[in-house]
């Protein structure tokens, strides 16, 4: 490898591993807490966010597809990996501006926050994608990108599981339901809300609402650009080979 693929191999043994570590007693303890609150509510309050979700997700993860990139075929890692952060930084300060503005806008503006967000999220994965060479018209490519999803807003428990699915993705994919409704959108979707919850709440609080939607947006898009760059180095490391 020339130098630059070898420093993001290095990144990527480093990410693994955080990928791997069990969960500290503090996720155990939180994510106890997170479930016994889940469990008080009603199943039709489940039912109802699930739906919800499902359907703001698949809106614009089938939607994007015809907007999309064309899959960059033919470029270096290092090319690759350049663009992706150029489309990290454009999202992280659009999701930065735009959280500032609903923070600032109160209550129903804030609440408007949570699906422009997921649409910025989705499309920065689908950017992230064709960098990377792949197509997101593959029905496959799109539940990769659900996956790359939920690993970065999870509890470590979830992470641990989905993370193992990625490193294996050539295998894993040929067990994917046929039908996306099959998705455990259930899961999906507790755990998104769990992970983002007390940072969003605080953006529905008059005065510093604005300040944290900011910073909350802009780290969000930061953890999910970080992650699907790491997911997408394993394909590619996978493919090529790690050799010195």
């Not at 994917?176 to 769990?194: I, S």
């Amino acid at each position: 490898m020339i130098s630059e693929d070898q420093s993001a191999y290095a990144a990527l043994q480093q990410w693994q591993q955080q990928m791997q570590r069990p969960p500290s007693l503090l996720n155990r303890f939180a994510h106890h807490v997170q479930t016994r609150l889940n469990a008080l509510l009603p199943e039709k309050v489940h039912q109802a966010i699930t739906a919800a979700i499902k359907q703001m997700v698949r809106g614009v993860l089938f939607g994007s597809t015809y907007t999309t990139r064309q899959p960059v075929l033919d470029a270096s890692l290092v090319a690759r990996e350049a663009a992706v952060r150029s489309h990290i930084r454009y999202y992280r300060n659009t999701a930065a501006a735009e959280g500032a503005l609903t923070g600032a806008g109160g209550f129903l503006l804030g609440l408007a926050d949570f699906p422009l967000l997921l649409g910025l999220k989705l499309k920065l994965l689908f950017d992230v994608a064709a960098q990377y060479g792949y197509d997101v018209k593959d029905y496959s490519e799109r539940l990769y990108l659900l996956h790359i999803f939920q690993l970065a807003f999870s509890s470590q428990h979830t992470r641990n599981a989905t993370y193992r699915r990625l490193a294996d993705w050539e295998n894993y994919r040929h067990t994917l339901p046929t039908d996306v409704q099959e998705f455990d959108w259930r899961t999906f979707q507790q755990e998104y809300r769990d992970y983002i919850d007390l940072a969003k709440m605080a953006q529905l609080v008059p005065v510093i609402g604005a300040a944290v939607g900011a910073v909350a947006n802009y780290r969000l898009l930061e953890q999910l650009g970080k992650t699907a760059m790491n997911c997408y180095r394993m394909r590619y490391f996978a493919a090529h080979g790690p050799e010195q």
